[in-house]
């Protein structure tokens, strides 16, 4: 099945510094969602974008919405050693809610304390 | 609390064997999802269901079979055709009318011994 570009596929980094992802598709979303997932875990939604630049934030977290359609990035600043998992990215196609969601393979964050 | 429940946690299974996982939602959500997991290759859907005794095959249905006999249950039998059946099972419900993202279960992990 199609799936997005997410990137990068891995970070390692300082406890404290900010952190930059981003996912890209070759086909218009009209929705953008990102997600969190702890080892063993089931995902959990962090954000979720509805329209063509609509900028979101849930605390230390950002979501853009592309301009294009075709891309959203999300940004974690000041991060913290919970900050650690797998980040995805998911968006849907066309109109109705009734459409599958299409996935990122995920950027795994490491936070150094 | 709503949510939805995935069991169990962990599951073993002789090789040729049929084992079914569960999920059971209660979010009054129409739409269920079953989701297969391996590391590096994010989520690959397996099937779901947007109403009940209706369902739909995803990218990686083979080797797989479910049911929706109730609104709230959306069980997923790995059958003893699943070639490679070791892996984490997600489960995720949503609602149709709402929209937003999907609501996942924290994961059943399957392994073929």
Known sequence: ?113 | DGGITQSPKYLFRKEGQNVTLSCEQNLNHDAMYWYRQDPGQGLRLIYYSQIVNDFQKGDIAEGYSVSREKKESFPLTVTSAQKNPTAFYLCASRSILQGGGYTFGSGTRLTVV
Do not use: H
Not at chain 1, 35 to 58: C, H, R
């Open chain 1, 1 to 113: 099945g199609q799936q997005l570009n997410q990137s990068p596929q891995s970070m390692f980094i300082q406890e404290g510094e900010d952190v930059s992802m981003n996912c890209t598709s070759s086909s218009i979303f009209n929705t953008w969602l990102w997600y969190k997932q702890d080892p063993g875990e089931g995902p959990v939604l962090l954000i979720a974008l509805y329209k063509a630049g609509e900028l979101t934030s849930n605390g230390r977290l950002t979501a853009q919405f592309g301009i294009t359609r075709k891309d959203s990035f999300l940004n974690i600043s000041a991060s913290i050693p919970s900050d650690v998992g797998i980040y995805f990215c998911a968006g849907q196609e066309g109109a109705g809610n009734n459409r599958k969601l299409i996935w990122g393979l995920g950027t795994s964050l490491a936070v150094n304390p």
